[in-house]
């Protein structure tokens, strides 16, 4: 990671550096890209996606003024329980509180948004028993929405499916052992034992009110 801030550092000298994703929780391995919030003095936004050292860059460059006054920090909830390896004029410390504040008063679901939710990933496995291309599509429609949706049942912020995946990892192995499998065999019954926890999962909540 030295010669990725050596190389920000040289190109566009930050007043502020913010590091996620999993070079920030230490996760990090030969496939991940370096996910970073930069704040400089001055200038335009910016994406930079070179590589260095053999690691992609995700890196989003900001100007100080986009944080000067009132913003949204909705907009910047990729941050969220990033760390802070630069930060000149507490730009960055304020960020972050404003991100967490954000979250943590944003409303959840109601329950019976909720109950919609998990309706739909039902009506969804339903149609995806068809063995044809349409069948195929709402599997695939189906895996990548029912983690959102099993995320705001356990009352979870979603941030994303890396940080979903890993906090399923570590707080329901047996709800990330149920996807993964889904995932990765791709058939209709492992898809149904998965939609079936996220069932489970609701009524449990509900019966704890």
Request: glycine share 6%.
């Amino acid at each position: 990671m030295n010669d990725i801030l050596t190389y920000l550092a040289a190109k566009y000298d930050p007043a502020a550096i913010i590091v996620y994703g999993s070079f920030a929780d230490g996760s990090s391995n030969l496939f991940s890209d370096f996910d970073a919030l930069l704040i400089t003095a001055g200038g335009e936004r910016k994406h930079d996606d070179s590589f260095v050292d053999c690691t992609q860059l995700d890196v989003f460059v900001h100007p100080v003024s986009d944080f000067q006054g009132d913003y949204d920090p909705a907009e910047y909830v990729q941050v969220y329980d990033g760390q802070i390896l630069l930060d000149r004029d507490n730009v960055a410390a304020t960020l972050l509180e404003k991100v967490a504040r954000y979250l943590d008063e944003r409303a959840g679901k109601t329950r019976e948004e909720l109950a919609l939710n998990v309706s739909w990933c039902e009506k969804m496995l339903r149609r995806a028993e068809r063995a044809d291309a349409e069948g195929s599509y709402r599997r695939h429609w189906l895996l990548t929405d029912s983690l959102e949706i099993y995320t705001e049942v356990r009352g979870w912020h979603y941030l994303g499916p890396k940080k979903a995946l890993r906090q399923m990892e570590k707080k329901d192995k047996g709800a990330y052992a149920l996807y993964e499998k889904a995932l990765c065999e791709n058939d209709y019954s492992s898809l149904a034992a998965w939609i079936e926890h996220i069932r489970s999962r609701f009524e449990k909540k509900g019966k704890r009110k």
